[in-house]
């Protein structure tokens, strides 16, 4: 059997799934794969799926499974597997940095003090504390970050329109609901055709004035133009982003907008996270073989 690591895991998988058969990286001998690994970054559609006759398993280490053509794979006969328990924390700390930077202008502050500029008059703080945040998609991530919120004084609501209730968050009827009473804004669904550019020009004029954004969900779930229209009017205090229409972004428009904390899609990227996902990748393909 060969398994190819196609993406990003932590160095030691290898030495792991040794155990099952040949192991590569050399995404050139995809045609003779077995089972391919992968996170964001592949993406397995249906070129990629005909150029692999051999293919039987997919693992893709994380969550969303926008990078597949699930419906193909499926008339190819091929299992796809994710792993979506293993980034919730990672994902929601992140989130969680993005909030309290951007509301405290830890990137501003950093920048300009290596530009040997003073700006300690022009800088002013908020705090969570006290403060209404207001979650969209209360899954797994999302709430992780509604406990780390509660944790912080925060009130916390939530739009979900498969969640009828929950323990860390107040839940809210509709988007509008929620936009209209949040000071902070965290994105958490995936990307489906309902959640496509939900975040946009009109539904940003829901928002509080000055309310604060963080998307660590899917980058296709706001129209970039529209948010950094609302951030030159000043209709959004800040955003904090993870998440780009590609990995990297070709000529997003954020990088002109002022106000915007950007990161290249660090989710999942801590150290925990991969050796979690390393475990379940074993025992899935553990699973797989004996089926
Ligand atoms: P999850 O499935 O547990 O939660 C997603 C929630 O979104 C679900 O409760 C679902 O009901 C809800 N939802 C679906 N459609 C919605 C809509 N129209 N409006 C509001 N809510 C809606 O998934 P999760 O593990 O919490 O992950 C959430 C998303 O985070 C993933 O789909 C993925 O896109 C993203 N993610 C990003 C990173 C990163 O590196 N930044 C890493 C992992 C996951």
């Excluded at 970039?224 to 590609?246: H, I, P, Q, T």
């Excluded at 915007?260 to 553990?286: C, F, Q, W, Y």
């Amino acid at each position: 059997m060969l398994i190819l690591i196609s993406d990003a895991f932590d160095a030691g998988l290898t030495a792991k799934l040794e155990k099952f058969g040949e192991v590569t990286d050399d995404k050139s001998r995809v045609a003779e794969a077995d089972v391919v690994l992968i996170r964001s970054k592949t993406k397995v559609r249906k070129d990629y799926i005909d150029n692999a006759p051999n293919l039987k398993l997919v693992i893709r280490g994380g969550v969303g499974l926008d990078n597949v053509d699930l419906d193909y794979a499926k008339e190819k006969g091929i299992i796809v597997k994710n792993t979506p328990a293993a980034s919730s924390i990672a994902v929601a700390e992140l989130a969680f940095t993005l909030m309290i930077s951007i509301t405290n202008h830890v990137a501003w502050a950093d920048r300009t003090m290596h530009n040997g500029e003073w700006l300690k008059k022009q800088m002013k703080r908020t705090e969570l504390y006290g403060k209404t945040l207001g979650i969209l998609g209360l899954g797994r991530i999302g709430t992780e970050l509604a406990k780390r919120a509660i944790a912080f004084g925060m009130d916390v609501i939530a739009y979900d329109p498969y969640v009828t209730s929950s323990d860390v968050a107040t839940m809210k009827p509709t988007m509008k609901d929620v936009l209209n009473a949040s000071d902070y804004v965290s994105m958490h669904m995936p990307l489906t055709d309902e959640t496509k550019g939900l975040i946009n020009s009109e539904t940003l004029k829901e928002f509080k004035d000055e309310a604060f954004l963080i998307n660590t969900g899917r980058g296709k779930t706001i129209v970039e133009e529209d948010v950094a229209d609302a951030l030159r009017s000043g209709k959004l205090k800040a955003f904090g982003n993870d998440v780009w229409y590609s990995d990297p972004p070709e000529n997003t428009v954020l990088v002109d907008a002022p106000n915007v904390t950007m990161l290249p899609h660090l989710g999942a990227s801590s150290k925990e996270n991969l050796l979690r996902i390393g475990d379940i990748v074993e025992e899935t393909i553990e699973e797989f073989i004996s089926q």
